[in-house]
């Protein structure tokens, strides 16, 4: 849990993005879903644990249909303030384009065991490539996990919906404003 990859990639005199510091939300743990249209249009999902983002860019963006599994690629921890974090990267910056929160809330592990803490538990499903959680927004809601592949490449997990209520076959990327704004990115960008 560090930022110093987050500030290497970043030059904070022409980026428009936060420098942002190792920061906590006083009661329950965050997430936020970030829609980037950097050079290819991603979504960034990222969840609050020990002051930082946990971050992984999603090429095809989340869905609610547990047969839909989405490849997520871990990228570097964000800083907490990134959470509020929309607008324009400038043109020759790492990430360059725009950016809006297409989603957020707050989020629990799932099967939370008493004897373990929330960080320790969330720490040793990094390590294991397993993550299951629940999530309280306004657009993603039930319970998700994040799954590590066992391949070559490091950084691939899977997204995957579990099955509950909240599950769904409508694709809820059509739902596509800002939770922040109430605005499209196209719109945005002008
Ligand atoms: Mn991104």
Known sequence: ????????????????????????????????????????????????????????????????????????????????TYKDFEGTIPEGNYGAGNVMVWDNGTYTLADQEKTESVEAQFKSGLQNGHLSFILDG???????????????????WLLIKKEDEHASETDVLL?????????TLEAMAK
Do not use: C
């Open 1 to 80: 849990m560090d930022l110093s990859k987050y500030h290497q990639k970043r030059d904070f005199n022409t980026t428009t993005e936060p420098k942002g510091e190792i920061n906590k939300s006083k009661k329950e743990l965050i997430f936020v879903v970030q829609k980037h249209a950097a050079s290819q249009l991603h979504y960034d999902f990222r969840l609050e644990m020990d002051g930082v983002l946990k971050s992984w860019a999603i090429p095809k963006g989340p869905s609610m249909n547990p047969e839909e599994k989405r490849l997520a690629i871990m990228v570097e921890d964000h800083p907490y």
């Open 138 to 156: 306004k657009k993603l809601k039930g319970e998700f996990a994040l799954v590590k592949l066992k391949i070559k490449q490091k950084d691939a």
């Open 175 to 183: 739902k596509n404003k800002s939770v922040i704004s109430g605005l």
